[in-house]
Nanobody, 132 residues
Framework: QVQLMESGGGSVQAGGSLKLSCVVS????????MGWFRQAPGKEREGVGI????????????DVVDSVKGRFTISQDDAKKTLYLQMNSLKPEDTAMYTC?????????????????????WGQGIQVTVSS
């Protein structure tokens, strides 16, 4: 059974930092595309970051959406079966429900048509609120 469980969300003032974690069971992270999504009230779900990383081969790639480049970093620890999203210099517009997801194929480019359909396992989400 595949399960994804997020933690690390909460409330922070603008300019602050949070680190989200997503513990994964039932999936070999090195063989999956892992992603972070977010959805703010009244807005569509947005892919924030993707990562494919095989620690045994020391190969992979990661990417984040332009609006968070230089502020957010996506990473994973295969041994701990955990996906991370380090969020620095947070802005009020980063306020959203953040969800981790896993897909069995190569990561599609962020923003590709029907991007979210590449992911078939989802966490329940965790709230991040940034106040000004």
């Amino acid at each position: 059974q595949v399960q994804l469980m997020e933690s690390g969300g909460g409330s922070v003032q603008a300019g602050g930092s949070l680190k989200l974690s997503c513990v994964v069971s039932g999936v070999d992270l090195s063989r999956y595309c892992m992603g972070w999504f977010r959805q703010a009230p009244g807005k569509e779900r947005e892919g924030v970051g993707i990562i494919t990383w095989d620690s045994a081969r020391e190969w992979g790639f990661a990417d984040v959406v332009d609006s968070v480049k230089g502020r957010f970093t996506i990473s994973q620890d295969d041994a701990k079966k955990t996906l991370y999203l380090q969020m620095n210099s947070l802005k009020p517009e980063d306020t959203a429900m953040y969800t981790c997801a896993a897909g069995p194929n190569l990561c599609p480019p962020l923003g590709a048509p029907q991007f979210s359909r590449a992911f078939n396992y989802w966490g329940q989400g965790i709230q991040v609120t940034v106040s000004s």
